[in-house]
């Protein structure tokens, strides 16, 4: 198997909306670190397979099209065969036509899609790049703990999910593996992949440009071993970032695992992720080589519904029109009932399909999910699927909010509210369960032994 790595530098001009927190004012005055597309090529000979790291909060589906289109034109590999990876740091412009729902006012202009558009030939350069400096590798790969993350998902006494307080007691995804790859012959390191899982959000509501912890964490590494490191997010819907900022609620106090305080934060998180990775690199004694490359797309079919009945949705709009001044914006509930009435009037779409790109390279499977996915799949794809390290991967090729689990769902909290506001539907309880099931059978079917 070859490997190439190549990295562009995509950072955007100031002045653009920062998406994240949803806050229209945010628009960049400064840069604290620069975004980037790291490239991981891949092929055997006969395939060719694209792993790329962005440092965007997300990408939707339309836009990965787009950007693989220029991929396919700049070096002839099959867009199917690029998974685009988002970070999601939430200090990178909004690269998505997708609007949270009941919200005007982010991004009015779309200037992150321009930006997006003007990203895509430069990761398309990098792709070339990449291809162009392929080399047949040996892969060394280690895994272990890492407290880069924590859950987010902290309760009060009464078993109330609130702000984001990280509790280190609940189930969230602590792994981290890394791969170390060099050439065959020369011994000579070409790059390096690290994946763990973590909300970048160490930077909290800055107004600087910034690719968060994991932009520290890959500059830290890089400087050790001098090549490029692609980073990929696992299981971040319910792992925040391990920070020191106090926070006081009524009924909970604890550590933020939502925002930090900025740079420090940022900081704080990234050097602790380096040191976990750096410790698991520099341990490494075996490289495998002629590992076998596979790329597999399966349809994943899931349940879906309109979150609330158009009884539901009437009492909603009757109950505010008779207590909301004409001339004020209505509240999130009101427009969502709004939007819900007009999805009952259209055919019912019962299931949600995405086209996943599963990737594997001899012990490695790489799992993608356009979702923000909660640690119990990841921890369940871990645990039984086919592969030594099965990895799961949110946020790649394409933004449909939150994945939570069944327990999760019942517990509530922002991330459940959250689904609510991204698109008509919500997808049914089961529905991460099914996902797993689904990307299990075909890990099955691409595993050779």
């Given at each position: ?26 628009l ?5 670190s ?9 092929s055997d ?19 990965t099209?787009?950007i693989?289109a220029?991929i ?18 939430h ?10 729902l009941?919200?005007v ?6 200037k992150?899609?321009?930006?997006t558009?003007?990203a ?13 400096a392929?080399?047949e ?7 272990g703990?890492?407290k ?13 999910v ?9 189930m969230?995804?602590?792994n ?8 065959s012959?020369?011994?000579?390191i070409?790059g390096?992949?690290?994946h ?6 160490a930077m ?6 910034s690719s ?17 490191v692609?980073?990929i997010n696992?299981?971040?819907?319910d ?19 939502g925002?930090g ?6 900081e ?11 410790r ?24 879906q519904?309109?979150p609330?009945?158009?009884d ?6 009757q ?5 909301t ?9 009101y ?6 009435i007009?999805?009952?009037k ?11 790109t599963?990737v ?14 909660f640690?119990?799949f ?14 799961l ?15 999760s ?9 959250c ?11 089961e ?19």
């Amino acid at each position: 198997m070859k490997v190439g790595f190549a990295i562009s530098d995509i950072t955007p001009e100031l002045g653009i909306y920062l998406t994240g927190y949803g806050r229209p004012e945010r628009l960049a005055n400064s840069v604290h670190s620069p975004l980037t597309a790291v490239v991981m090529y891949l092929s055997d000979g006969s395939k060719e397979v694209v792993m790329i790291g962005l440092d965007w909060c997300f990408v939707d589906w339309e836009l990965t099209q787009y950007i693989r289109a220029a991929i396919t034109e700049a070096t002839g590999i099959p867009g199917q065969n690029v998974n685009l990876c988002c970070s999601h740091t939430h200090s990178a412009p909004h690269t998505t036509y997708m609007r949270t729902l009941g919200r005007v006012a982010v991004d009015p202009e779309n200037k992150g899609v321009e930006y997006t558009k003007s990203a895509a030939p430069l990761i398309a350069d990098a792709v070339k790049r990449a291809k162009q400096a392929a080399r047949e590798c040996s892969v060394g790969l280690a895994a272990g703990k890492t407290k880069t993350g924590i859950s987010r998902r902290g309760m009060n006494e009464e078993g109330k999910v609130t702000g984001f307080i990280g509790d280190p007691d609940l189930m969230y995804d602590d792994n981290m593996t890394t791969a170390l790859f060099i050439d065959s012959e020369t011994k000579e390191i070409l790059g390096i992949m690290v994946h763990c899982s973590g909300h970048n959000t160490a930077m909290g509501g800055s107004f600087a440009i910034s690719s968060d912890w994991c932009g520290v964490m890959k500059k830290r590494i890089a400087d050790r071993y001098k090549v490029p490191v692609i980073f990929i997010n696992g299981a971040l819907g319910d792992v925040g970032p391990r920070t020191s900022r106090w926070i006081e609620f009524p009924a909970s106090r604890g550590f933020s695992a939502g925002g930090g305080d900025g740079q420090a934060s940022a900081e704080e998180v990234g050097y602790r992720a380096a040191a976990d990775a750096l410790r698991l690199l520099d341990d490494i004694r075996e490289f495998r080589k002629d590992l076998p490359l596979d790329c597999q797309n399966v349809t994943i079919q899931l349940p879906q519904s309109i979150p609330m009945t158009e009884d539901e949705a009437k009492a909603i709009l009757q109950k505010y029109d008779a207590q909301t001044e004409k001339d004020v914006e209505p509240p999130v509930d009101y427009q969502l009932a709004k939007i819900a009435i007009e999805t009952w009037k259209k055919p019912l779409e019962p299931i949600f399909e995405f086209e996943q790109t599963l990737v594997s390279f001899g012990p490695v499977a790489l799992c993608p999910f356009p979702f923000e996915m909660f640690s119990i799949f990841s921890l369940r794809l871990r645990k039984f699927g086919p592969f030594e390290y099965n990895l799961l991967c949110s946020n790649t090729n394409g933004r449909n909010a939150y994945m939570p689990d069944r327990g999760s769902i019942a517990n509530g909290g922002y991330e459940v509210t959250c689904r609510k506001t991204v698109r008509p539907y919500v997808l049914n309880p089961e529905a991460g369960d099914l996902a797993v099931v689904q990307t299990l059978k075909a890990l099955r079917g691409m595993f050779k032994g």
